[in-house]
């Protein structure tokens, strides 16, 4: 993965590649919020796990763009970081829209769990969409 990060650092698509020891700098990953390793920044987005040089050249993309919002936070609800999702909106109020966007994408709470519909989408329509009181 670091040749990858050094690869697009290369290519223009990084402004700055920063290595951090967390062995020898233990400080740095609390300070962060880091729980896992391999971890990555890349502008807004914090992707944790061993990603594809295509995968990261997508959110350097993103974030080159400004865009890839609505995209990060379904990346996170997929790997159940809902609590990332809403710690990124308390940060940055306006991606707010981002989330709707995704969630205006979803499959209506009617529709049967044999139609394919990701367990986190049926997990944030349970906890987050509720019915009219209107009969």
Known sequence: MLDSLGRLLKEGKLGRLEVINLGEHPEVAEELGVRSVPWTRIGTFEI??????????????????????????????????LEQVIAQIRERPGTLVNLVVLLASLAPPWQ???????CW????????????SRN
């Open 48 to 81: 944790a796990g061993n990603h594809t040089y295509g995968e990261l050249k997508k959110w350097a993309d993103n974030a080159q763009s400004g865009e890839g919002t609505t995209a990060y936070y379904q990346h996170l609800l997929e790997n159940q970081q």
């Open 112 to 118: 049967s769990a044999s139609e394919s519909v990701p």
């Open 121 to 132: 989408r049926i997990l944030l329509v349970q906890n987050y969409w509720k019915p009219s």
